[in-house]
T-cell receptor, first 112, second 115 residues
Framework: GESVGLHLPTLSVQEGDNSIINCAYS??????FIWYKQESGKGPQFIID?????DKRQGQRVTVLLNKTVKHLSLQIAATQPGDSAVYFC???????????FGKGTMLLVSP | EPEVTQTPSHQVTQMGQEVILRCVPI?????FYWYRQILGQKVEFLVS????????KSEIFDDQFSVERPDGSNFTLKIRSTKLEDSAMYFC?????????????FGNGTRLTVT
């Protein structure tokens, strides 16, 4: 039969709520972080990024927070909409390298 | 908005056969990548490519894999002798540079099924 993949952490919210998705990273040498959104059958889509010399960056309806002390990254989505339903991945990059390392992902489910 | 395009969207092949996955990166980008995602799992790095040579590769990218930029627009991933465990989504990505604030832009992937 078909193999079963890893169960993703899931965050279920109501339309209009604010969502917070968390990510722990392990490489203290990482100096650049990105949040990606992946809808079913599509590739990862860039949402927002942040450099390690910042602790907060805002975009349209999204905010990324970086806490280097505890190696934690979060994505806040304001006024979540059904179209925000997707899997969200954080990714990190170590200075001097081009490789992005992805985290495990969180599934966001938004109900109307 | 410019985007990374990948063909085919789905490729079915028999074990032991060679496959070539094709990508057209964004035109002014200089760095090219292949990632893969096994069903339900996270996205894994395979290889990065710059100035017509591999700049980094992962342990997954063994001798059965190769990449090529045969002309000014295409970027290909070849798997020489496919195995069942190569079944996955393969994503191509490109970026302007490798510096900070240079995010990777991904295509929609090729689903490879090895039977």
């Amino acid at each position: 039969g078909e193999s079963v993949g890893l169960h993703l952490p899931t965050l279920s919210v109501q339309e209009g709520d604010n969502s917070i998705i968390n990510c722990a990273y392990s490489n203290s040498a990482s100096d650049y972080f990105i949040w990606y959104k992946q809808e079913s059958g599509k590739g990862p889509q860039f949402i927002i990024d942040i450099r390690s010399n910042m602790d907060k960056r805002q975009g349209q309806r999204v905010t990324v927070l970086l806490n280097k002390t505890v190696k934690h990254l979060s994505l806040q989505i304001a006024a979540t909409q059904p179209g925000d339903s997707a899997v969200y991945f954080c990714a990190e990059r170590e200075g001097g390298y081009s490789t992005l390392t992805f985290g495990k992902g969180t599934m966001l489910l938004v109900s109307p | 908005e410019p985007e990374v395009t990948q063909t085919p969207s789905h490729q079915v092949t028999q074990m032991g056969q060679e496959v070539i996955l094709r990508c057209v990166p964004i035109s002014n980008h200089l760095y090219f990548y292949w990632y893969r995602q096994i069903l339900g799992q996270k996205v894994e790095f395979l290889v990065s490519f710059y100035n017509n040579e591999i700049s980094e590769k992962s342990e997954i990218f063994d001798d059965q894999f190769s990449v090529e930029r045969p002309d000014g627009s295409n970027f290909t991933l070849k798997i020489r002798s496919t195995k069942l465990e190569d079944s996955a989504m393969y994503f191509c990505a490109s970026s302007v540079s490798q510096g900070r604030r240079s995010p990777l832009h991904f295509g929609n992937g090729t689903r490879l099924t090895v039977t």
